[in-house]
């Protein structure tokens, strides 16, 4: 008998994906260049040069056989080390080997996360808004995730919710930040007063609760905003880390998981990774990727184009009457609809050939969000666009 439940998700597929495909469909009809598609966070500037010489000199030079053979199940020990020791270096922490994992992205990583620290009918808790995908992820584990409503006016972390919402079924809390859709950076106090409460809570309920830090878009920080590294303000803490934005590997799926050393349990948690990988079929990421991303660990694409796309975007878009709050980092922002209803304000701007995405499945009612990892140029010839937009509701 087929799986009901898969089936079930047939009809409830990615928004941001069927946007995506309409997008590139569209294209083909009217042309790439007239089609201003904000949906899809898929990077648009090339990998760091450091990555594609590593790629070259580890075909030229190495034994094909050894090169594409299966690695360990917890990854390859150099480059296990290698993470460990930029994490210390650039963050000032004490990771060995033993405390990384390597993963196939930060999805995997949240998969395998969510699975070591609860048992079915367990809650983890997250903050609206967050990535759609996080329900899936989390409902195959058995655990039951809960969001947190948003506060709009910052999308800072609401506090008296959370609170309200702690109850000792909690195991893990589920943070991303900098923040896919708002693109708000949790500052140092957030994280503190975050931390604080769950020290509390811990000794409360007296049992560990897990922060799993979904950090993809870690090193996509604009000028002067706070971003602390999460792991050095609360022990138990999961990284999760992905190379997708930082280097522009998004296809090449590969990522971490680094366990904090003082977390509970650090010295199990990353051998249950390798276990849970049996399970679900994980079987570890390419060799020769995570060999050649060993390489670049502290150099990234150029990623200025964010910042330089949502200057432009935050002071156009407000200047036409939109309410936004604005981005530390990423490349999205959730700008306020026009209409209360997110949906038929994206569906009016689709009419326009301007693919937006509705709010709803990000947790968050009458936003939308715009994902601007697309050349400047089109940033720029899109303006007119927004502005055909926002005259509609004048």
Do not use: W
């Amino acid at each position: 008998m087929l799986n009901q439940n898969f089936i079930d998700m047939c009809g409830q597929k990615s928004v941001i994906r069927m946007l995506s495909a309409y997008g590139s469909e569209r294209a083909k009809e009217i042309g790439y260049e007239n089609v201003f598609d904000y949906s899809l966070g898929n990077p648009s500037v090339p990998a760091p040069e450091s990555f594609t010489q590593e790629m070259i000199r580890l075909l030229q030079e190495n034994d094909p056989v050894s090169l594409h053979r299966y690695s360990p199940s917890l990854g390859i020990d150099s480059v296990r080390e290698a993470v460990a020791d930029s994490l210390n270096n650039r963050f000032d922490m004490s990771y060995e080997k033993k405390d990384i994992f390597m993963v196939s992205g930060a999805a995997g990583a949240i998969a395998h996360a969510a699975r070591a620290v609860t048992v079915p009918g367990d809650e983890i808790l997250t903050f609206a808004p967050f990535f759609p995908e996080y329900m899936p992820y989390i409902s195959a584990t058995g655990a039951v995730l809960k969001v947190v409503p948003a506060d709009i006016s910052t999308f800072q972390i609401n506090f008296d919710s959370f609170i309200d919402m702690l109850n000792d079924k909690v195991m893990a809390i589920l943070i991303n930040t900098p923040n896919n859709p708002s693109g708000i950076v949790y500052s140092t106090e957030t994280i503190d007063k975050l931390a604080m409460i769950l020290a509390e809570k811990e000794e409360e309920f007296g049992h560990p609760i897990y922060l799993i830090s979904d950090e993809p878009y870690r090193e996509i920080v604009f000028d002067g905003v706070d971003s602390p590294f999460i792991a050095a303000h609360y022990n138990n803490t999961i990284t999760c880390y992905s190379f997708s934005k930082s280097l522009s590997l998004p296809g090449e799926r590969i990522g971490y998981i680094a366990v904090n050393p003082a977390c509970e349990d650090s010295s199990l948690l990353v051998d249950m990774f390798g276990q849970i990988s049996r399970g679900i079929g994980h079987n570890c990421p390419p060799s020769i990727i995570q060999l050649a991303v060993s390489k670049s660990l502290y150099d990234t694409a150029d990623l200025s184009v964010y910042e330089t796309n949502k200057n432009l975007l935050y002071t156009e878009l407000t200047k036409m009457g939109f309410e936004i709050v604005e981005p530390g980092g990423t490349f999205y922002m959730f700008p306020k609809a026009l209409e209360a209803d997110a949906v038929a304000f994206s569906d009016k701007a689709k009419a326009l050939d301007l693919l937006l995405v509705p709010s709803d499945t990000f947790g968050v009612k009458g936003h939308f969000r715009i994902s601007y990892c697309i050349p400047t140029e089109k940033v720029e010839r899109s303006i007119p666009v927004f502005q055909k937009l926002a005259d509609m509701y004048i």
